[in-house]
C-alpha cells in the first residue's frame, strides 16, 4: 500500500445518518462554548490559571503551547475529568459544572484523546457500536430477554456503524481488536467513532500524535471533512502548528496556565507575545509541514493508506 | 472490658507470626508487585520437612532447622524463577499463579520424602524455658517467638537498608521500569528477595507450628493468611516495620475479642464480623496511596489475547462450532440415562460450578474485577434457598434468591469503585470468610440497640438438611432427574451469557475495564457499569447457590469454604478468563477429572494448582484456545473435503479471501484486502 494523502468525497448533498434513523434525536446544533476565569489545580499548581475564552458555534479553534501549558488540562476540565478549582464552564449558555464526564457526552460533548488506546481488547465493530450504546441506551433485563425492541434497536445500531465502517474503509478490521491495529488505524477508528457520537463540541487532543508528518497533512483535509459531516464546534490541540493555522478560524496560544495570545491565524502569527511564548522567532516552526494547498487537499487519485504504519 | 495481662502477650505472640507473615508478603509485594498467596506455603514445607529431619533421620534441631530453612529458600528461588516468565503479564495473572504455586507447595509436604511418618507429633522446639504471667504458662514455643520474630525482622531490615540488594528492591518498589534502565538487575533482585520471603516463611512456620496440635499442613491456612494480609495492607504493602507492628496488633486486637466472647458460636462470628471491616477499613483508608503505582501496570492489556479469535466471520467455521455444540449436547443429556447415580450427581455439580464460573467470567473476564470470593456469593443463594426453599416454587426462588444476590452483590460492588485490580480480590476473599464464619455461622443474633432478633444464617450450621423440590411436576429426587435439571440450567444460563456477549453487555463491560476514562467520555456511565457487572455475576452465583444447596442437599458453613472460591477462580483462568466455553471446560476440568481418577485432595490439589500454574505460564488463552485451535483443525479438513469433491485445489484463493479478517490479527496491514481499505478516506455516509 502506498503511503500518500486520503480521498476526501464531495460533502453528502443531503441528510446526515443522524436524521436518517433516529428520527427521534432532537435536531442539533453546533455548540457554543464559553469559558471564563478557568482554574485548574493540582496541589498547590496551578495547570490553568484563569482562562477565558469563547468558542463560537461552528468555529475550529485551536489549541497550541508549549508542554505543560495546559492544553490538555484544559480539555480534561471541559469533558469533566478534573474538577475545576475556580471560574465557569457554559454549553450554549447551561452551567456544566453539575454535569459528570458521561452527562456531558450526552449533551453533545465528545472528546478524543491523545493517547487514542481507545479498548485494546475490543474489537472495532464493539468499539463503534459503543458510541451508539451510549446515544441509545437499552435495558439489560431488555437485552437479557431479547424484547423485540432491544433487538431493533441492536439492529439499528449495527446498520449505523455498517454505514461509518463502509465510509471509512474499516470493513477490513472489523473483527480485528484494536489493540491490534496500528495507531493510524486507530485515529482512524477514533474518528469515525466521533462522527457516530454525533457532537455538537467535540475535542480533539492532539490528533496526529504518533502519526509520520506525511500522514499528519493528510489530516488537515480529513479533519475538514469531519467538521462538515458533524456540522459541531470544534476545539483542538495540537503540536503541528502550520495544521492548526490551516484548519482553525481561530488560534489561542497558552504559556503555563494562561492565554497569551489569541485570534484568527494570521493575527497570531504576527504577534510577538504567541511568537516568544511557542512559535519561536523563525519561520521555521511555522512552517514544519511545509505549505498546504489551501483548497480540499490532495487529488482522490492519490489516494492510499496514510494511516498504516511506514515500513 | 476486662482481661488479665497475660492476655495481652498471648496476643502479641501470636501477632508476631501474623507480623513475619505480612512482613514476607511486603517483601514480595515491594519487588513483584503482587499478593503472594503461596507466602505461608513456603515455609509450611520446610516446618514439615523439620519434624521429619528431626523424629524420622534423630538430626539435630539446629542443623535440621538450617536444612529446612535453606530448603525454602531455595523453593522460593525456584517459584520466582518460575513466575518470572510472568514478567510482563497482568499482575492478576501472576497473583493466581501464585495460588497454583500454593497448591503444588502442598503436594511437596506430602511427598513421602518430606512428609514424616508420624504427623501428629509434639513439633520439635530446641529449649525448654517456660514462664508465668499471672496464673497464664507460656510455653517453649511462645517464648522462642519472643525472642526470634523480633530478631529476624530486624535483621531483615537492616539488610534492606543497608545492602545493595536492598537499596535495589527499595528502587523496584518505586519504579520497575526505571530501575531497570539505569542498571538495576530487576529479575535477579526479585530472585533474592523472593529467596529471603522463603526462608522467612520457613521461620514463621516453625515459630507458628508449636502452638498448633493440628495437622502441620494447616498451619498457615487462609484465614491466616488474611489477617497477615491485613497487617500488610496497614503497612501500604510498602513498609516492613509497619507490616510487623500492625501484625502483632492484630493478634493483640484478636486475642482481646476472642477472651471477650462469652457466646462461643456468636462470639467468633462477631471477631470475624470486626475483622472483615477492618479489612475493608484498610483498603479504603490505603486505596488511593496503594494505587499510586499500579495504574500503569494495569494499563496492559488485561485479558489473555482470546479477544481476537472470539468471532471470525467464516460461515463455515460457524457451522463447525455449532455442530460441536450440537453434538456435546445431546451426549451430554443422553449421559444421566447411562451411567450410575454418583455420576449423574457428578454431572449435576459440574453443571452447576459451569453457572457458577460463568459469573465469574461475567465479573472478572469481561469486568476486570477479580473476585475471590465468589462462593460468598453462592453462599447467599444457597442460604435463601435453606430458608424460604419449600415455601416458594423453585421457577420462582431461582430468580428471587438471584435478584437477592444480585442486591449482596452490589453492595460488594461499591467497594470496588474505590479499589480494584489484587485489593479487590483480598476484599472479596475476606467477604467470601466472613459469609462463611460470620453470616452462616449465626443462625440467629440480636441487633444490638433496636433488641430485633434477625434469623438470617444457616438453620443449623453444622449440618442443614434441605429436600428438594419437584419442578413443574418433575419429581428432582432422584439424581438423574437432577442432572437433568441441572443441565437446563446451566443451558439457559449459557444462552443468556452469549447474549450479553453478543448483544452489548460485553462490550459495555470491557470497554469500563480497559479504558475507564474514555468510556466515560464516550457517555458509558462508568460507576453503573461497574456495579452492573457484580450484580449480573451476583445474579449467576445466587441462583446457582440454589441449585447447589438442592444439589447436595445436606450442606454446612465449610460448604462455603473461599477454597471453594478459589477453585472458582483456577476454574476460569485454566478455561480461559473471558470465554464462555473455557469456563465450562474449566469447570468440568477441576470437578470431572478428580471423579475419573478419585476424588482425593491430593488429585484435587493437582488437577487445580499444577494444571493451573501450567495453562497460566503455557497456554495463555486457556483450554478455550485449544477448543479454539480444534475447530480450526475440523474446518480446514471439512474445507478440503469439500474441495476435493468438487473437484477445485485446496488453495482456491477465494477460500483464502473468506478467512480473511482473521487471517493475521498480529499484523492487519500485511494482509490482503480490497482496495482502499482502512484508508483516511471518508465517503459519504
Redesign the interface.
Known amino acids: 500500500?502506498t503511503d500518500t494523502?486520503?480521498?476526501?468525497?464531495?460533502p453528502?448533498p443531503s441528510g446526515?445518518?443522524s436524521e436518517v434513523d433516529d428520527p427521534d434525536a432532537p435536531k442539533k446544533s453546533p455548540a457554543r462554548l464559553d469559558i471564563n476565569e478557568l482554574v485548574v489545580a493540582y496541589g498547590g499548581l496551578k495547570a490553568v490559571a484563569g482562562v477565558s475564552m469563547a468558542v463560537e458555534p461552528g468555529s475550529i479553534v485551536g489549541l497550541i503551547g508549549a508542554n505543560g501549558s495546559g492544553k490538555t488540562t484544559l480539555l480534561d476540565a471541559v469533558?469533566g475529568?478534573v474538577p475545576l478549582a475556580g471560574g465557569t464552564l457554559h454549553l450554549d449558555g447551561q452551567d456544566l459544572s453539575d454535569y459528570?464526564?458521561?452527562e456531558?457526552?450526552?449533551l453533545g460533548l465528545?472528546?478524543s484523546?491523545q493517547d487514542c488506546?481507545?479498548?485494546?481488547?475490543?474489537?472495532v465493530e464493539?468499539?463503534l457500536?459503543?458510541?451508539e450504546?451510549?446515544?441509545r441506551r437499552?435495558s439489560?433485563l431488555a437485552?437479557?430477554l431479547?424484547m423485540p425492541w432491544?433487538r431493533r434497536a441492536?439492529r439499528q445500531?449495527r446498520q449505523a456503524i455498517d454505514?461509518?465502517i463502509?465510509?471509512?474503509?474499516?470493513?477490513?478490521?472489523?473483527?480485528?481488536?484494536t489493540?491490534?491495529?496500528?495507531t493510524?488505524?486507530r485515529r482512524?477508528v477514533d474518528?469515525a467513532?466521533i462522527?457516530l457520537?454525533n457532537p455538537r463540541l467535540l475535542l480533539l487532543d492532539e490528533p496526529t500524535a504518533g502519526i509520520a508528518q506525511r500522514?499528519a497533512e493528510?489530516?488537515i483535509p480529513?479533519l475538514q471533512?469531519?467538521h462538515q459531516?458533524t456540522d459541531a464546534t470544534i476545539l483542538i490541540v495540537e503540536h503541528d502548528v502550520p495544521l492548526v493555522f490551516e484548519l482553525c478560524s481561530k488560534v489561542v496560544v497558552m504559556q503555563t496556565g494562561e492565554v497569551v495570545a489569541a485570534g484568527t491565524p494570521d493575527e497570531v502569527r504576527r504577534d510577538p507575545q504567541a511568537l516568544a511564548a511557542y512559535l519561536g522567532a523563525s519561520d521555521e516552526a511555522i512552517n514544519v509541514s511545509g505549505p498546504v494547498p489551501a483548497a480540499s487537499g490532495p487529488a482522490p487519485s492519490d489516494?492510499?493508506?496514510?494511516?498504516?504504519?511506514p515500513g | 472490658m476486662s482481661f488479665p495481662p497475660s492476655v495481652l502477650l498471648e496476643g502479641a505472640i501470636l501477632g508476631l507470626d501474623y507480623g513475619l507473615l505480612a512482613v514476607g508478603l511486603v517483601l514480595i509485594y515491594r519487588t513483584s508487585r503482587v499478593v503472594n498467596f503461596a507466602q505461608g506455603q513456603l515455609g509450611v514445607v520446610a516446618a514439615v520437612f523439620l519434624v521429619k529431619l528431626f523424629y524420622d533421620f534423630g538430626f539435630n534441631y539446629w542443623v535440621a532447622l538450617v536444612i529446612s530453612v535453606a530448603l525454602a529458600a531455595a523453593v522460593g528461588a525456584l517459584s520466582e524463577l518460575v513466575l518470572r516468565r510472568l514478567f510482563n503479564r497482568p499482575r492478576v495473572m501472576v497473583m493466581v499463579a501464585t495460588i497454583g504455586l500454593s497448591q503444588v507447595l502442598y503436594l511437596f509436604t506430602i511427598f513421602p520424602f518430606i512428609r514424616p511418618k508420624k504427623l501428629y507429633r509434639a513439633f520439635p522446639v530446641p529449649i525448654s524455658w517456660t514462664f508465668h504471667v499471672g496464673t497464664f504458662l507460656f510455653s517453649p514455643g511462645d517464648v522462642l517467638t519472643l525472642i526470634v520474630a523480633p530478631v529476624v525482622v530486624l535483621a531483615l531490615a537492616a539488610f534492606i537498608r543497608f545492602s545493595s540488594w536492598g537499596l535495589a528492591m527499595r528502587a523496584m518498589a518505586e519504579n520497575a521500569e526505571s530501575a531497570r534502565l539505569s542498571g538495576i538487575w530487576v529479575r535477579r533482585t526479585s530472585t533474592v528477595a523472593w529467596t529471603l520471603a522463603g526462608a522467612l516463611s520457613a521461620v514463621t512456620a516453625v515459630l507458628a507450628s508449636p502452638s498448633q496440635t493440628s495437622a502441620l499442613t494447616d498451619v498457615l491456612s487462609p484465614d491466616l493468611l488474611l489477617l497477615a494480609l491485613l497487617a500488610a495492607l496497614i503497612g501500604g504493602m510498602v513498609s516492613l516495620p509497619v507490616a510487623f507492628i500492625a501484625g502483632i496488633g492484630v493478634g493483640v486486637v484478636l486475642d482481646l475479642l476472642q477472651w471477650n466472647i462469652t457466646n462461643p458460636s456468636t462470639g467468633s462470628a462477631t471477631v470475624e464480623l470486626i475483622l472483615f471491616l477492618l479489612l475493608l477499613a484498610a483498603l479504603l483508608v490505603r486505596a488511593a496511596s496503594l494505587q499510586k503505582g499500579t495504574r500503569v501496570g494495569e494499563?496492559s492489556?488485561?485479558?489473555m489475547g482470546t479477544?481476537?479469535f472470539?468471532?471470525?466471520?467464516d460461515a463455515l467455521r460457524q457451522k463447525v462450532g455449532r455442530s460441536g455444540v450440537g453434538i456435546t449436547l445431546v451426549v451430554v443429556a443422553c449421559l444421566p440415562l447411562f451411567v450410575g447415580v454418583g455420576h449423574s450427581f457428578l454431572m449435576s455439580q459440574i453443571c452447576i460450578y459451569g453457572v457458577i464460573a460463568l459469573s465469574l467470567t461475567v465479573l472478572t473476564g469481561w469486568s476486570g474485577q477479580v473476585s475471590l470470593g465468589q462462593f460468598g456469593f453462592v453462599a447467599v443463594g444457597a442460604d435463601i434457598a435453606a430458608h424460604i426453599g419449600s415455601g416458594i416454587p423453585l421457577i420462582l426462588l431461582l430468580p428471587v434468591a438471584g435478584a437477592a444476590t444480585a442486591l449482596v452483590s452490589v453492595l460488594v460492588g461499591l467497594t470496588a469503585l474505590r479499589i480494584r485490580g489484587l485489593y479487590l480480590a483480598v476484599s472479596t476473599l475476606g467477604f467470601a470468610l466472613f459469609m462463611q464464619t460470620s453470616v452462616l455461622a449465626t443462625p440467629c443474633f440480636t441487633l444490638p440497640l433496636i433488641h430485633k432478633t434477625i434469623c438470617s444464617g444457616l438453620p443449623n450450621p453444622e449440618s442443614t438438611l434441605i429436600s428438594r423440590p419437584s419442578f413443574f411436576g418433575l419429581n428432582l429426587n432422584s439424581e438423574s432427574a437432577f442432572a437433568w435439571f441441572s443441565l437446563g440450567v446451566l443451558v439457559l444460563s449459557v444462552l443468556?451469557v452469549r447474549?450479553?456477549r453478543d448483544?452489548?453487555?460485553a462490550?459495555?463491560l470491557?470497554?469500563v475495564?480497559?479504558?475507564e476514562?474514555?468510556?466515560?467520555?464516550?457517555?458509558?456511565?462508568?460507576v453503573r457499569t461497574k456495579l452492573?457487572a457484580f450484580a449480573?455475576s451476583g445474579f449467576m452465583a445466587g441462583y446457582a447457590g440454589v441449585c447447589l444447596a438442592f444439589a447436595t442437599e445436606r450442606f454446612s458453613t465449610d460448604t462455603f469454604a473461599p477454597t471453594f472460591s478459589i477453585l472458582v477462580v483456577s476454574m476460569v483462568v485454566i478455561g480461559g478468563l473471558?470465554s464462555i466455553p473455557g469456563a465450562l471446560l474449566g469447570a468440568l476440568y477441576l470437578e470431572g477429572l478428580p471423579a475419573i481418577f478419585g476424588s482425593t485432595p491430593t488429585v484435587e490439589f493437582l488437577t487445580s494448582g499444577a494444571g493451573l500454574l501450567a495453562f497460566i505460564l503455557y497456554l495463555p488463552g486457556g483450554m478455550a484456545q485449544l477448543l479454539h485451535q480444534l475447530g480450526d483443525l475440523v474446518t480446514a479438513g471439512v474445507e478440503q473435503l469439500r474441495a476435493r469433491r468438487s473437484g477445485v485445489p485446496p488453495g482456491d484463493p477465494t477460500a483464502v479471501a473468506d478467512a480473511?479478517?482473521?487471517a493475521d490479527?498480529?499484523?492487519?496491514?500485511r494482509?490482503r484486502?480490497?482496495a482502499?481499505?482502512?484508508?483516511?478516506?471518508?465517503?459519504?455516509?
Request: glycine share 8%; with cysteine; hydrophobic share 45%.
Open positions: 500500500m494523502a486520503p480521498a476526501v468525497a464531495a453528502p446526515r445518518r469533558s475529568l459528570i464526564p458521561e456531558r457526552a450526552r465528545v472528546r484523546f488506546r481507545l479498548y485494546p481488547e475490543l474489537s464493539d468499539t457500536m459503543l458510541c450504546d451510549a446515544r437499552v439489560v437485552t437479557t431479547q432491544a441492536e445500531k454505514r461509518v463502509g465510509s471509512f474503509g474499516l470493513e477490513r478490521f472489523r473483527l480485528h481488536s489493540a491490534h491495529l496500528s493510524g488505524t482512524v474518528l467513532s462522527v457520537a500522514e493528510a489530516f480529513l471533512r469531519l459531516v489516494s492510499g493508506n496514510p494511516p498504516a504504519e | 494499563k492489556s488485561w485479558a479477544a481476537a472470539r468471532r471470525s466471520g443468556m447474549v450479553w448483544k452489548g453487555v462490550r459495555r470491557i470497554a475495564r480497559d479504558n476514562v474514555a468510556a466515560g467520555s464516550a457517555g458509558i456511565p462508568v452492573l449480573l473471558d480473511g479478517p482473521a490479527p498480529v499484523d492487519p496491514h494482509g484486502s480490497p482502499g481499505a482502512g484508508t483516511l478516506t471518508m465517503a459519504d455516509p
